[in-house]
Antibody, heavy 117, light 107 residues
Framework: EVQLVESGGGLVQPGRSLKLSCLAS????????MNWIRQAPGKGLEWVAS????????YYADTVKGRFTISRDNAKNTLYLQMTSLRSEDTALYYC??????????WGQGASVTVSS | DIQLTQSPSSMSASLGDRVSLTCQSS??????LSWYQHKPGKPPKPMIY???NLADGVPSRFSGSRSGSDYSLTISSLESEDTAIYYC?????????FGGGTKLELK
């Protein structure tokens, strides 16, 4: 069974950093691109970042470019999102999702990030 | 960036109704559009990919279509479990963008 489990969320002060992890199981992690998507409270879905299977290609939303870093460790079956210079508008539920070519076919349950003083 | 405009933003319909949700793209994206169903407390679920293809496990009452830059998700006969927010997503080019969503409720 394909599973994605996010961790690392929590309450953080503005300007500080936080690192999310997404542990994958049930499939060959190194064969798939991966994504981070977030949903702020009361808002819609927002794509955050994508990384190819070998980390050769990485893309970011303009809202996080220069502050967030997506990475992966295929030996550990884990996807990461390093978030720095956090702002209140980064408060959201962060999902990791597997890229199955034309569709994000598997999603985690999400990690909650709250940026507040 | 490519903008996706979903309409309506919300709607209510009765059980058994035929329902169509629309997503309009600000520029050409070919068929690189997918639809996701999102219910409270759960992660989004893929429904349609490449504009017209049904994702695994999705009931056949759901279908996707395209007319130019307009994309539609249709439910042929609404069931209670279909109440959710539906989002379209374009993956033709980065940055990927979601539409604002359509909230579908039962009348």
């Amino acid at each position: 069974e394909v599973q994605l489990v996010e961790s690392g969320g929590g309450l953080v002060q503005p300007g500080r950093s936080l690192k999310l992890s997404c542990l994958a199981s049930g499939f060959t992690f190194s064969n798939y691109g991966m994504n981070w998507i977030r949903q702020a409270p009361g808002k819609g879905l927002e794509w955050v970042a994508s990384i190819s299977s070998s980390s050769s290609y990485i893309y970011y939303a303009d809202t996080v470019k220069g502050r967030f870093t997506i990475s992966r460790d295929n030996a550990k079956n884990t996807l990461y999102l390093q978030m720095t210079s956090l702002r209140s508008e980064d408060t959201a539920l962060y999902y990791c999702a597997r890229d199955y070519g034309n569709v994000m076919d598997a999603w985690g349950q999400g990690a909650s990030v709250t940026v507040s003083s | 960036d490519i903008q996706l405009t979903q309409s309506p933003s919300s709607m209510s319909a009765s059980l058994g109704d035929r329902v169509s949700l629309t997503c309009q793209s600000s520029q050409g994206i070919g068929n690189y559009l997918s639809w996701y169903q999102h219910k409270p407390g759960k992660p989004p679920k893929p429904m349609i990919y490449y504009a017209t293809n049904l994702a695994d496990g999705v009931p056949s009452r759901f279908s996707g279509s395209r007319s130019g830059s307009d994309y539609s998700l249709t439910i042929s006969s609404l069931e209670s479990e279909d109440t959710a927010i539906y989002y379209c997503l374009q993956y033709d080019e980065y940055p990927w963008t979601f539409g604002g969503g359509t909230k579908l409720e039962l009348k």
